[in-house]
């Protein structure tokens, strides 16, 4: 049975760091993403990684202050998260698919979402 379990999210300041994890079980997987969304909002792109760290791909809203990593050995995808910001209040959610894309239709597997909230 394959599971994705978040974890990490909270309630920081503006320009606080946060870092989310996401556990892999079940299976291995070539390509694992994290998307977001928030209250009202469709749910969008923010970053994505192969197996092997060399292919990345980051949402512009997060370019430069997000940095998405994969341990494959433990089937783990990290989103570390620097100077947040109130515009990246979002419940986040892990991903894990083929095809590492931008694309929501590309994840077969996805995890129930941890909350991350950036408010002074």
């Known amino acids: 049975q394959v599971q994705l379990v978040e974890s990490g999210g909270g309630l920081v300041q503006p320009g606080a760091s946060l870092k989310l994890s996401c556990v892999a079980s079940g299976r291995t997987f070539y390509a694992m993403g994290w998307f977001r969304q928030a209250p009202g909002k469709e749910r969008e792109f923010v970053a994505t990684?192969?197996?092997?760290?060399?292919?990345?791909t980051y949402a512009d809203s997060v370019k430069g202050r997000f940095t998405i990593s994969r341990d494959a050995t433990k089937n783990i995808s990290y989103l570390q998260m620097n100077s947040l910001k109130p515009e990246d209040t979002a419940v986040y959610s892990c991903a894990a698919g083929r095809l590492s894309t931008t694309r929501i239709s590309d994840y077969d597997y996805w995890g129930q979402g941890t909350q991350v909230t950036v408010s002074s």
């Open positions: 990684s192969n197996w092997n760290n060399i292919m990345k």
